[in-house]
């Protein structure tokens, strides 16, 4: 493949998976509220999320991905509007779940919030992104993704998250950088 067909190809995955990212983020700049697990502890008396996963950034990680992708598809039609709303709403739902299984991963673990995991913590948000999402050509919603377009969001989703967790460190929205 040539330069500029790699260049298509970054560019094409990160508008892609950028809902994915946005609500990623939102999730941390919104958090803050209760805690989805409520405090409660698993059965190895371990807490089951832990405080960094609340309602607030669940929800509103959410709808700013989500609004993410119907503005994305607004600014260049792709698809039909309804198909977007479905695929962006799975998509970002995938990448709060996918986090969120990575804090359970964690702490299962003995891994406490706030440590960081190389690879889990820059791709659980992704894994949960692809796999609620991955089902729709089943529903006729045509090709997604590809085996191309997951490797290259897989190698170049752990810089971006590396570099934007710094930027957020900086702005005082995370307490670690990381």
């Not at 946005?22 to 089951?48: M, T, Y």
């Not at 994305?72 to 299984?101: H, K, Q, T, Y």
Request: aromatic share 12%; net charge positive; proline share 5%.
């Amino acid at each position: 493949m040539e330069i500029s067909g790699i260049i298509i190809l970054i560019f094409d995955t990160f508008l892609l998976i950028f809902p994915a990212y946005v609500s990623n983020s939102a999730a941390i700049v919104f958090g803050g509220w209760k805690p989805i697990d409520f405090g409660r502890k698993w059965s190895d008396g371990k807490r089951i999320f832990g405080d960094g996963k609340t309602f607030s950034g669940s929800f509103f990680g959410v709808l700013a991905g989500f609004l993410v992708a119907l503005a994305l598809n607004f600014a260049n039609p792709v698809r039909p509007v309804s198909e977007v709303a479905v695929i962006g709403l799975l998509m970002c739902s995938g990448a709060i779940f996918g986090d969120i299984a990575g804090s359970f991963i964690k702490r299962r673990t003995n891994i406490k919030s706030g440590e960081p995991v190389f690879i889990l913590d820059q791709l659980d948000f992704i894994a949960g992104a692809i796999a609620f999402t991955l089902p729709l050509h089943l529903l006729g919603f045509g090709q997604i993704w590809s085996i191309t377009i997951i490797a290259t969001a897989v190698i170049m989703t752990p810089p971006i998250h590396i570099a934007t967790n710094m930027l957020a460190f900086k702005l005082k929205l995370k307490k670690v950088p990381w």
